[in-house]
């Protein structure tokens, strides 16, 4: 098999692409720089041939976002000849009207997290890479328009606030979240998206809001319960809707977002470097 296109998940992905009926063409675990990659699953659906992992575990929430390796799981996808991926991530909301089990594209990032330098490029000269537009201006079309008719309330835009985790934020954090702009919080997408840059590979987020972060409205701390009361019932409901829904929604999307003929500036990220020659054709050598 010869994917294109890798879908990042969160946990036990393969899971829920198997109930619906799609069996994995094969699973391996690629050994790189960086260590081993999650196991990546190899589907075909209607013709199209896409790679799945799941970021967190396989069965159960196995590593917190800190812990997560992105570098070897890009590497990975990157040798496979993948250049899109959709990342499926699980944030906080910071706003009241993006509520838990709503759909966010997010058009930018704003890093408050407390790690160290995150990159390819240790100890050279090139990296010093554009931004903005920050996710493939084609996948975020494509999968827009395939997001028309989902049962879910989708928001076209949104800015994610990336901590560095495993805690939850302070009410006061949140606060400043908001004052600076922000309409999510999260621990995943950071720094995945800047590492995928880095390889020139188009990546584009897909949010589920799971939660109201800390703070935003009144809810009673409660030792034992999911997010310890953070959340309500009638809120986990939600988020179980769309988590249901996963499969579904991205054998949705993967024809538009297969499509696109990346005439975006993903490919030619690193162009300047190129024409300079700091870097060459193989990618294996711009990494570090
Ligand atoms: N904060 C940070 N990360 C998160 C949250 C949150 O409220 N919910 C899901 N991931």
């Not at 009926?21 to 094969?26: D, E, I, M, T």
């Not at 993948?82 to 594209?105: C, F, N, Q, T, Y």
Request: with cysteine; net charge neutral; glycine share 10%.
């Amino acid at each position: 098999m010869n994917p294109k296109i890798a879908i990042i998940a969160r946990v036990g992905a393969h899971k829920a692409f198997e109930a619906k009926g799609l069996k994995p063409g094969k699973t391996e675990v690629f050994s790189t720089p960086y260590g081993d990659s999650r196991p990546i699953h190899f589907f075909r659906h209607n013709g199209l041939e896409f790679a799945l992992l799941s970021r967190h575990g396989e069965a159960g929430y196995d590593l917190s976002a800190p812990f997560l390796n992105p570098k070897a799981n890009l590497y990975a996808l990157k040798s496979l000849g993948i250049d899109k991926i959709l990342a499926w991530v699980a944030p906080g909301s910071l706003r009241e009207e993006m509520a838990p089990g709503d759909l966010v594209v997010p058009h930018d990032v704003l890093d408050e997290g407390r790690g160290g330098p995150q990159t390819f490029f240790t100890g050279v000269g090139w990296g010093f890479i554009r931004h903005n537009p920050l996710f493939c201006p084609e996948m975020r079309a494509g999968l827009l328009e395939a997001l028309q008719n989902v049962p879910f309330k989708v928001h076209p835009q949104g800015v994610y606030v990336a901590t560095t985790g495993p805690r939850l934020e302070t009410a006061a954090e949140i606060k400043k979240f908001r004052l600076l702009g922000g309409d999510l919080v999260g621990q995943t997408l950071v720094p995945e998206v800047f590492l995928a840059r880095e390889l020139e590979l188009c990546y584009v987020g897909l949010t589920y809001v799971v939660n109201y972060a800390e703070g935003l409205l009144h809810r009673p701390y409660q030792p034992g319960v999911l997010f310890e009361g953070l959340a309500t019932p009638e809120e986990v409901a939600q988020v179980a809707a769309v988590e249901t829904a996963f499969p579904e929604i991205i054998l949705k999307a993967l024809p538009a977002l297969a499509a696109a003929p990346r005439a975006c500036p993903c490919p030619r990220l690193l162009e300047r470097y190129r024409l300079r020659g700091d870097i060459g054709e193989d990618w294996r050598t711009w990494v570090r």
